[in-house]
């Protein structure tokens, strides 16, 4: 039987070409929300998924950093970084000097601002789900998207040229499956959170006991039952099945009042 990996589409979507990099011979199954994407997850309509889970330019996406957090039984296995490279796209022959709206996601618009402002100051903006999810919403010539270059439609075109503010533009994604981690599991990172006490010098004191780790990312989310208190995300280099290593976020563990393997990749 043929695997299935769920990603935020339509098709021609970021989170697809995650979805192709890391499972190239699975079923991809396109869902309208990140929400429904794990849902599919949960409830076995798909062996794996893809989040994005931070962007060079505009951090995490708390969202997926959430979902990961709050759904049991998941695990991030793999991992893979996607350039980000938005193009504007229209309909054939449409004259770019009249255009009034631009659709695309949140992150592609605040993105592409510096472009948008200097050659398009009046025209108003829509956020849809996703890049690919803005073709739909163009319904004529004075209507335009922003798109990655590899997105294909016909009667569309596609920019030659990048409208992006910042060239150097990638986003991190992650492969979640079902599961726990086994404590034979082998990686090259470990992704977790914890909590801690809520006290002065009480971070420095969990930091202090992974010192001997390399932390390639921290960083911190609203506690959402507790105001005021935070739960912090961080990533280090390690291999989960070395007995040191186990050791070092063991001894993380027994000291948190909450923590959580969120991915071994």
């Not at 049991?72 to 490279?85: L, M």
């Not at 605040?110 to 009046?122: D, G, L, R």
């Not at 922003?146 to 294909?152: A, E, L, T």
């Given at each position: 039987m043929i695997k299935k990996v769920g990603y935020l589409g339509p098709e021609g979507s970021y989170s697809q070409l995650a979805a192709n990099e890391m499972c190239p011979d699975y079923k991809k199954v396109a869902y309208e929300s990140f929400y429904l994407v794990m849902q599919s997850l949960k409830s076995g309509e798909t062996d794996a998924i893809v989040l994005?889970?931070?962007n060079t330019l505009n951090g995490g996406v708390l969202q997926n950093i959430d979902l990961l957090q709050y759904t049991?039984?998941?695990?991030?296995?793999?991992?893979?970084?996607?350039?980000?490279?938005h193009r504007l796209i229209t309909f054939k022959g449409a004259n770019l000097a009249n255009i009034t709206k631009i659709y695309s996601h949140q992150q592609a618009i605040?993105?592409?601002?510096?472009?948008?402002?200097?050659?398009?100051?009046?025209a108003k903006l829509i956020t849809t789900p996703s890049t690919s999810g803005c073709v739909e919403m163009?319904?004529?010539?004075?209507?335009?998207?922003?798109?990655?270059?590899?997105?294909?439609?016909?009667?569309y075109e596609v920019s030659t040229f990048s409208i992006a503010d910042e060239q150097s533009n990638s986003t991190h994604f992650l492969l979640i499956e079902?599961?726990?981690i086994s404590e034979d599991k082998s990686c090259n990172k470990i992704y977790f959170s914890f909590t801690c006490q809520h006290e002065p010098g009480a971070l420095l004191k969990?930091?202090?006991?992974?010192?001997?780790?390399n932390l390639t990312k921290i960083e911190s989310r609203p506690i959402k039952e507790k105001v005021g208190e935070y739960r912090f995300f961080i990533e280090t280099d390690g291999?989960?099945?070395?007995t040191e290593v186990k050791a070092v976020i063991n001894r993380l563990k027994e000291r948190a009042t909450s923590f959580k393997i969120l991915g071994c990749y």
């Open positions: 994005p889970i931070e049991d039984g998941v695990i991030a296995v793999r991992e893979c970084t996607v350039k980000v490279d605040a993105q592409c601002s510096k472009y948008i402002y200097e050659n398009y100051p009046n163009i319904k004529s010539y004075t209507e335009a998207g922003i798109v990655g270059p590899h997105f294909k439609a016909d009667g079902r599961g726990i969990m930091l202090s006991l992974i010192s001997t780790l291999d989960y099945s070395k």
